[in-house]
């Protein structure tokens, strides 16, 4: 998640159980969850390696999220609370001060939390499940990589805002509408700014 390991490396099971002083069994298994969580990869008779964000993969993951955070932003316009969007509006405020003049994140808590807060307030625990759990890591390598980006950083905070809008409204067609656009965007920014990836010697656009 922090990089250490760069996107498409080999991981080597010896040097990394000797780094941490474990043995193969316990290592073998941290290795099974993370290709669970779609952050490695591996190839039969291969060594597993990190994943890398190629396009196609950014595409695959973004059609997946757009969906399920539009339908979450939908089934939480009909049950999210008053007490909710007051949370949710005193965050965006906190995002807003914090971000300052340059309109970069100042920490991942806050639009974590965000996404976090409509898919649970959206009472389905089927969408909590896959967007707070299975892809959760998966996306925020994508986040991270736009964070660093003012310029997306300060649209983002306004499409933020809107959607919270729209769910005080209780308008589930609006709020669906702009968790959709918010998401596409965030997937096309992403797509413009990816540099080139190496993976096995082959340069991937």
């Known amino acids: 998640m922090s990089g250490e390991m760069a996107p498409g490396s080999k991981i080597s099971e010896p040097e990394i159980a000797k780094r941490y002083g474990i043995s193969r069994a316990p290592l073998r298994e941290a290795i099974r969850r993370l290709e669970e969580r779609s952050l490695v990869t591996r190839v039969p008779r291969q060594s597993a390696r990190v994943i890398a964000l190629t396009p196609e993969r950014i595409r695959q993951v973004f059609v997946i999220r757009e969906a399920i955070e539009g339908m979450a932003a939908r089934e939480a316009a009909a049950r999210i609370t008053d007490e909710e969007i007051a ?47 299975d892809y959760q ?26 959607i919270v809008e729209a769910l005080a409204a209780r308008d589930a067609d609006l709020a669906e509408m702009l968790m959709r656009r918010h998401v596409a965007a965030s997937r096309e920014h992403l797509l413009q700014d990816l540099p080139l990836v190496t993976t096995n010697q082959q340069e991937i656009r």
């Open 87 to 133: 949370r949710l509006r005193a965050s965006l405020g906190r995002q807003r001060s914090a971000s300052g003049e340059s309109g970069a994140y100042p920490f991942k808590s806050l639009d974590t939390d965000y996404h976090g807060a409509i898919a649970q307030a959206s009472r389905n625990e089927f969408l909590v499940k896959f967007l707070r759990e």
């Open 137 to 162: 890591a998966l996306v925020e390598i994508c986040r991270r990589r736009q964070r660093a980006s003012p310029e997306r950083s300060r649209q983002s905070l306004v499409e933020h805002e809107r």
